[in-house]
């Protein structure tokens, strides 16, 4: 993929920590107005990938914004909207007080808060503590946390991981709308089934190489589910865990 505006391009990564490989040449992008879906068993390399999109680690290669590394943003949450490795405060924190904080280290205005709270689905919420919050509402408070500065890129570690049948109706709707709007959205997740009813696109991860990337349609081609295609391109679908399926 160009580095065109306003899209997600990973070039050419490989990372190694000690003898291991963990990263292999991986290359694909994410297009605006579009949902890209990341997507690999356990292991395969995804947290890696997006730790080093978000600058939290090194490696060759190149990882872009529209052409811009994240290091390089003033302001990044204005840019880019993370939800990754949990909420991230101290327990005993409310939860307005928790977004404020990160508002505020960004130059965000403060009546931002109760919007992205409303846009989650926790209006109430606002005086919480985190520590009483349930996984799933910890999801959403994570999301609430990457639109804090309306940014144009969504980068969103398994999302829907603790979401009950309710709460992964409205994410299903939640990042639709987002693409909708024009941003550019890139999911990881192992769960196969619900990333299929809400993907545009599919990069596939095994053992640290990307092993197909394109439209949804694309990789399926005549096989019934995204778990198909998994299997008929890894040579040890046998082992993957069973939270994968």
């Keep these: 993929m160009t580095n065109q505006p306003n899209n997600i391009v990973i070039s050419h990564v490989n990372k190694r920590h000690g003898n291991k490989e963990i990263l292999k040449d991986v290359s694909f992008g994410a297009k605006q107005g579009r949902i890209t879906a990341f997507l690999g068993p356990n292991g395969a390399g995804k947290s890696s990938t997006l730790r080093i999109l978000l600058g939290l680690d090194r ?76 996984l799933g509402e910890g999801q959403r408070l994570g999301l609430a946390a990457a639109l804090l500065g309306n940014p144009q890129y969504l980068v969103l570690d398994e999302p829907t991981n603790g979401l009950d049948p309710t709460g992964i109706r409205w ?20 769960l ?11 990069v596939i ?24 295609v998994f299997f008929s391109l890894t040579e040890e679908g046998e082992t ?5 399926l």
């Design 59 to 134: 490696s060759t290669g190149t990882a872009t914004f529209g052409g811009r590394k994240y290091v390089t943003f003033d302001t990044p949450l204005k840019v880019v909207g993370a939800a990754f490795d949990g909420i991230g405060g101290s327990l005993s924190r409310k939860v307005k007080t928790h977004l404020k904080i990160i508002a505020q280290s960004n130059g965000i205005p403060n009546s931002r808060v109760a919007e992205v709270l409303k846009i989650v689905g926790l209006p109430d919420k606002g005086n919480a503590r985190l520590g009483t919050l349930s």
């Design 171 to 190: 994410f299903r709707k939640f990042i639709r709308q987002q693409a909708d709007l024009g941003r550019t959205v890139l999911l990881s997740s192992h």
């Design 192 to 202: 196969l089934s619900e990333v299929e009813a809400v993907a545009d696109d599919v």
């Design 205 to 228: 991860i095994d053992h640290g190489k990307i092993i197909a990337t394109g439209e949804l349609h694309q990789v399926m081609k005549n096989l019934e589910s995204l778990e198909d």
């Design 240 to 244: 993957i865990d069973e939270n994968f």
